[in-house]
């Protein structure tokens, strides 16, 4: 990713003190003075310097947000519209969103400086459960649950939640459950689209093993590695099924040990 974006990721310089110390001829990377804020870079691999000296990264921080509506998921807005790190404290405005919720949509909203923990969450295969509920104009029927089921084509992709919950209807609204386990752009809005109805409220309630609960909108709370499903050692909490051509069988030859110290989600 480009350099200035993946200081900004792991929390050691804003975007606008990597573009300073570029200018100035005082950020290397490996060694080598870089001149461009968008060289490409790996956060977890490369070695970052400022006038030689290692670059201190933060400790490691995540916050569940309760995104309210009206609100937009980026670091700025060229319509200086408000964002989600205007209603934090100046020391967590280092942080990243993991994926993005839109600007109608409110609920579950997880920031933080960890890298790989955000690339775990957003990468579909994971299949890492999200939970909404949905309120739409005009009655759902039982067939358009069954077709939203089976799921929608929509310009080019194919839109299919997990599950799909009717909690009421009447010919005025109805109110749904979805679960997705993947974040395409806007699919709950496009999936409803497409059968007739528009969404009048969306809002997260849970991601992953993590759940809104209480929290009011436009407050957050600091989350611990327990409640993420971090070890650093044990095994993932949620393993990636190997494809059938690599599963192991009953051979010592493909028992393989993890090195100590490494990391899971």
């Known amino acids: 990713m480009p350099l200035e974006r993946a200081l ?4 050691v310089a804003s975007r606008s003190q990597t573009k300073d110390w570029v200018l100035k001829g005082r950020l290397q990377v490996n060694g080598r003075t870089v001149r461009d804020t968008q060289f490409m870079v790996s956060p977890e691999k490369d070695r970052f310097t400022v006038d030689g000296k290692p670059m201190q990264k933060d400790s490691w921080q995540a916050i569940l947000l309760n995104k309210p509506k ?5 670091a700025s807005d060229e319509k200086g519209r408000r964002t989600v790190f205007d209603l ?5 405005r280092a942080l990243h969103p993991v994926g993005r919720l839109d600007m109608a949509t409110t609920g579950l909203l997880i920031l933080t400086n960890d890298t790989r923990l955000s690339s775990y969450l957003t990468d579909p295969a ?3 459960l999200r939970t909404y509920t949905v309120t739409v104009a005009g009655e759902v029927t039982e067939a358009e649950l069954g077709t939203a089921a089976a799921g929608i084509m929509d310009e080019g992709e194919l839109l299919k939640p997990a599950k799909l919950t009717l909690r009421k209807a009447s010919g005025r609204e109805s109110h749904l459950t979805v679960e997705l ?3 395409k752009n806007r699919e709950i809005r496009r999936l409803f689209a497409a059968l007739g109805h528009e969404v009048t409220a969306l809002k997260r309630v849970s991601f992953g093993p993590l759940q809104l609960g209480a929290l ?4 957050f709370r600091r989350l611990s590695k327990e409640e993420l499903n971090i070890k650093e050692t044990a095994a993932p909490a949620i393993k990636r099924p190997l494809p059938p ?5 009953d051979n010592k030859r493909f028992k393989r040990k993890m090195p100590p110290g490494r990391r899971h989600f």
Do not use: D
Request: hydrophobic share 25%.
């Open 181 to 183: 386990t993947e974040g």
């Open 126 to 128: 994971n299949a890492v």
């Open 70 to 74: 009206g609100v937009v998921t980026t």
């Open 245 to 249: 051509h690599r599963r192991p069988h």
């Open 216 to 219: 009011e909108p436009g407050q």
């Open 8 to 11: 900004s990721k792991l929390g």
């Open 88 to 92: 934090l404290p100046t020391e967590l």
